[in-house]
């Protein structure tokens, strides 16, 4: 089983469409998560961190279920410019050993 | 200016041949790594490291090796290139400490024939 699992999609979905991601970790004592975006290879950029109590920030919210182990982003009101690939980041066993999952890619069509 | 600097930004070399790519930041974070990234695969670790005296393998360091030359530095080798380590690299660095994110680089494409 990998560290850090994401579905692949691509979710293709129309503006204004509210879409979720989730993003897998095999480590129950992994302490630290984000979620960045990466466009057409270029370098990730952090959408942002995810807490304990979960948070929002504008049109995307995130949460944790440390349960079942997983992360979730929503983004709601889909525009264009949200078409990126998603990447999920996970600390690995809290020493700051950071894995990413393979990303999700999501299209917003007009 | 970029507060973490990778260089080369692309680089095409031969089978066989050895090969440096050097990251430095300017940010005083105490960790830095370094990824690849294949079509599909995501970002993997190779290499990791918290300070001058301490490095760490990551997922997938076989046929890589690292150096740490000072705090703001952390350069990456491929001692013998191969065609299957053609990929995107990024360095990234964080102050460490829950919560703190990672920082990239722009990339290194490296394409080895």
């Known amino acids: 089983r990998k560290e850090v699992e994401q579905d692949p999609g691509p979710f293709n979905v129309p503006e204004g469409a509210t879409v979720a991601f989730n993003c897998t970790y095999s480590n129950s004592a992994s302490q630290s998560f984000f979620w960045y975006r990466q466009d057409c290879r270029k370098e990730p950029k952090l959408l942002m961190s995810?807490?304990?109590s979960g948070n929002e920030d504008g049109r995307f919210t995130a949460q944790l279920n440390r349960a079942s182990q997983y992360i979730s982003l929503l983004i709601r009101d889909s525009k264009l410019s949200d078409s990126a690939t998603y990447l999920c980041?996970?600390?690995?066993?809290?020493?700051?050993?950071?894995?990413f999952g393979s990303g999700t890619r999501l299209l917003v069509r007009p | 200016d970029a507060d973490v600097t990778q260089t080369p930004r692309n680089r095409i070399t031969k089978t066989g041949k050895r090969i440096m790519l050097e990251c430095s930041q300017t940010k005083g974070h105490d960790r830095m790594y370094w990824y690849r990234q294949d079509p599909g695969l995501g970002l993997r670790l190779i290499y990791y490291s918290f300070d001058v005296k301490d490095i760490n393998k990551g997922e997938i360091s076989d046929g890589y090796s690292v150096s740490r030359q000072a705090q703001a530095k952390f350069s990456l080798s491929l001692e013998s290139a191969i065609p299957n380590q053609t990929a995107l690299y990024f360095c990234?660095?964080?102050?460490?400490?829950?919560?703190?994110?990672?920082?990239f680089g722009n990339g290194t494409r490296l394409t080895v024939t």
């Open positions: 995810v807490y304990s």
């Open positions: 990234a660095t964080s102050a460490g400490g829950l919560e703190s994110p990672l920082h």
């Open positions: 980041v996970v600390d690995m066993d809290s020493s700051y050993k950071l894995i």
